[in-house]
């Protein structure tokens, strides 16, 4: 009898132990999805169904839809084994087989352990509930619908070898290297990409076109990148998506402030700035000082009083300005006095030497929450609840802000429609859209993979 107490007490401890430690992979499992961002792109906003997909990822190469992630056995991963569910996140190839665009940043994700892998899995599987339902398809224009070109990408472009810590270093960087680099995915985004869509490492992390939106220089160069900002600077601005006097977070990176980088223990952002802040500066020949440092030009800015009654036209940039953002944003740029309407004068959405910022920022407005505070921007856009801009308006609108409260230079009609048509088109698509045909794409392919392959056998002497 005693025996078998003895038994049944220590089966009981053992289950229990196991139940812990289940749990304990459970929320390394969640809290890696956060870290990883999988909320912003894998559930619709507004949705109440999270990682249902929906969501629509612009890309330079058209929109490809986030999927379904949920346990769902028909419309989501519920049929995947761990192996599968690895070979997703790491490699970019589903449980068919068929392979998944980039958009879906596996090659960052390839850095992830085996234990990353196993944590994630068990709280996807276990914790998130199945959505019943299917996600719109992505159709890239030939021939980048054809996904298997995807396999010939990869064997030029991905690394599968996962983070390993540099010894020389202290923990507090190796951590933060491996959120960069890995879960966070942030050269994902602020990287340019090189002729065939693929990162340009020789200039990691220092800016690049994502859709209409800019992700700009974090490297750490004090003129175009972040060197001139302060740790605290960087790390209130993971955490809240705003640095008074300084920048506002929109678009993706309103996205990733709110579902993930805010969402992250202070240790953590501390990591991360102790990683950007020995990332290599990458100079922008455009940048003639930081782009939160343009002080007010004091040219015409003297607010609606010096217009009215002069016959100025309703499209002239200061009539739009006064008319739209000045009751916000000051009729000098200077903002509200608690700068929840932040000022415009050392701002770096126009200070940056691109208008691109500015432009998608008029175009689709800012809407981010944070700790429960709710930033709202309206967008100038059709279906706004305020007066749409035609094409012509913003292009003046942004030239008038641009010129008092920035670099100055004129906006054109043309960035205007470029950024209504989704951004910035890569060369790629541009030898595309003028006839190179498939099989032309198909010889500059094989080309570089030649040369590749010719670099790799040189290196080990071959």
């Not at 990353?116 to 276990?126: C, G, H, Q, R």
């Not at 208008?355 to 920022?361: E, R």
């Amino acid at each position: 009898m005693k025996r078998a107490l003895l038994f049944a007490l220590s089966l009981a401890a053992g289950v229990a132990a196991a139940a812990a430690h289940a749990d304990e992979a459970v929320e390394r499992g969640r809290y890696l999805s956060i870290a990883s961002d999988c909320m912003a792109c894998h559930t619709k906003p507004g949705s109440d169904t999270p990682y249902a997909g929906g969501y629509a990822i612009s890309s330079p190469l058209g929109q490809i839809w986030a999927s379904n992630i949920t346990p769902s056995t028909k419309f989501g991963i519920g049929s995947y084994t761990e192996a599968e569910f690895s070979r997703a996140l790491r490699e970019g190839i589903r449980k068919d087989g068929s392979h998944l665009y980039p958009a879906m940043p596996y090659t960052a994700y390839a850095k992830l352990s085996e234990q990353d892998i196993s944590d994630l899995y068990a709280y996807f599987m276990k914790e998130v509930k199945p959505v019943e339902k299917l996600a719109p398809q992505t159709h890239l224009p030939f021939p980048f619908s054809i996904r298997k070109s995807m396999a010939v990408w990869n064997l030029l472009f991905l690394d599968t070898s996962r983070f390993a810590p540099d010894p020389s270093k202290d923990a507090a960087w190796n951590r933060g290297a491996y959120l960069v680099e890995g879960p966070a995915h942030c050269a994902s985004c602020h990287s340019p990409r090189a002729l065939l869509m693929q990162e340009d490492a020789g200039k990691a992390l220092s800016g690049g076109s994502l859709g209409m939106w800019y992700a700009p220089n974090i490297t750490s160069d004090k003129v175009g990148g972040i060197g001139a900002w302060t740790d605290q600077e960087i790390a209130q601005y993971l955490r809240t998506g705003r640095v008074v006097g300084k920048a506002q977070a929109g678009g993706p990176m309103a996205e990733a402030v709110e579902h993930s980088l805010s969402r992250l223990t202070d240790e953590d952002i501390s990591s991360i700035v102790t990683y950007l802040r020995s990332v290599p500066a990458v100079a922008d020949p455009a940048a003639e000082r930081p782009a939160g440092a343009w002080p007010l030009r004091g040219g015409s800015t003297a607010g609606e009083a010096a217009i009215r009654g002069t016959g100025v036209q309703l499209g002239n940039g200061q009539a739009l300005y006064d008319g739209a953002c000045a009751s916000c944003h000051g009729t000098k740029g200077e903002g509200s006095d608690d700068q929840y309407y932040p000022a415009l004068v050392h701002n770096t959405a126009v200070g940056a030497p691109t208008p691109q910022n500015l432009i998608a920022t008029i175009l689709t407005g800012v809407d981010r929450t944070v700790d429960g505070k709710h930033v709202l921007m309206p967008h100038f856009s059709a279906g706004s609840y305020v007066q749409p801009l035609t094409d012509e308006e913003v292009a003046s609108l942004a030239s008038y802000v641009r010129q008092e409260f920035g670099p100055g230079g004129d906006v054109s009609v043309a960035d205007v429609k470029i950024a209504r048509a989704g951004g910035p088109k890569p060369l790629l698509l541009k030898l595309v859209s003028i006839g190179l045909p498939a099989g032309g794409l198909v010889v500059v392919i094989g080309a570089i993979w030649f040369w590749f392959r010719r670099s790799a056998k040189k290196k080990r002497g071959g």
